[in-house]
């Protein structure tokens, strides 16, 4: 455990430093200020105003940002000490490859969260100061929704960075990965499998396997607990969850992927060629 917190705090020292985090930190950081100074809170949506109104363009926004931006960062990090040769210098020290690898998705994902985490802080402290109402029980469900996305894409990020074997090719596979959830979000996937005559059932299971479908819909469902946005396919998902199904499904799956990314990482790291 010593070797594995020693090695998160030297993956945070070395984040820290970098110039992505600090432009990591203001993009968020800036989106809550935008948001209150465009005045978001005074608009109304389906009868959500103030900060709930807030948190859900927030969180839609971020939903966009956030994972290429924890794919990049993290698939440098395994592929990166490869090419730079620290698998040399590890070697010669008492630390265990389960250590390192673990220690530094652990340092990750505490770099990752903070400023997301930090940015819907903010939001509240100001609504609070402006005597905004706060709505905690969504505040507390975003807060958890951005963990597991967190989670969700360090995990993939760590696969990627342990199958890879230079900077380029990992960075290229993050981007193509980040570009095939995008595409196949419901619009897209969904109308070519209707066009393919399946069944609706089968149309909107293969959808919720993308983890940023899934966010976007528990996203909604806080605001729009029928989906009446989604059409059609809201009544497969409450048929086949319920609501409160699928906001529990909505944080356990992407963390479950997340985590059994990481340990396939984990597992291929260990066997491959570490120089």
């Known amino acids: 455990m010593k070797q594995l917190w020693l090695t998160a705090k030297l993956?945070?020292?070395e984040s820290l430093r970098a110039r992505w985090f600090l432009i990591y930190t203001?993009?968020?950081?800036?989106i809550v200020a935008l948001l209150f100074l465009f005045g978001l809170t005074e608009s109304r949506v389906l009868g959500f105003i103030g900060l709930s109104r807030l948190l859900v363009t927030y969180i839609q926004l971020t939903m966009a940002i956030l994972p290429i931006f924890v794919l990049i960062t993290t698939v440098r990090s395994v592929a990166g000490d490869r090419e730079a040769g620290v698998y040399e210098y590890l070697l010669s020290l008492p630390v265990s490859l389960a250590a390192?690898?673990?220690g530094k998705i652990l340092g990750?994902?505490?770099v990752i969260f903070l400023p997301v985490f930090g940015a819907m802080v903010l939001a509240v402290l100001i609504a609070m100061i402006k005597g905004i109402d706060v709505p905690w029980s969504i505040f507390t469900y975003y807060t958890a929704l951005l963990a597991v996305m967190a989670a969700c894409f360090l995990g993939i990020g760590m696969l990627i960075s342990s199958l890879a074997r230079t900077t380029d090719m990992a960075q290229g596979a993050?981007?193509?990965?980040w570009l095939t959830f995008l595409?196949?979000?419901d619009l897209i996937l969904l109308g070519v499998m209707i066009q393919g005559k399946i069944s609706p059932e089968l149309a909107v299971t293969v959808a919720l396997a993308n983890p940023l479908q899934v966010f976007r819909t528990a996203a909604l469902a806080m605001f729009d607990p029928q989906l009446i946005v989604l059409g059609p396919s809201a009544?497969?998902?409450l048929d086949l969850f319920?609501?409160?199904?699928y906001k529990i499904f909505a944080l356990a799956y992407p963390l479950a992927l997340g985590i059994g990314a990481a340990f396939t990482g984990f597992v291929l790291f260990r066997r491959g060629d570490l120089p």
């Open 108 to 110: 990750r994902y505490i």
């Open 174 to 177: 993050a981007f193509l990965v």
């Open 235 to 237: 009544y497969v998902i």
């Open 11 to 13: 993956d945070i020292v």
């Open 100 to 102: 390192w690898f673990w």
């Open 242 to 245: 319920g609501s409160l199904g």
């Open 26 to 30: 203001l993009v968020f950081g800036g």
């Open 183 to 185: 595409l196949f979000l």
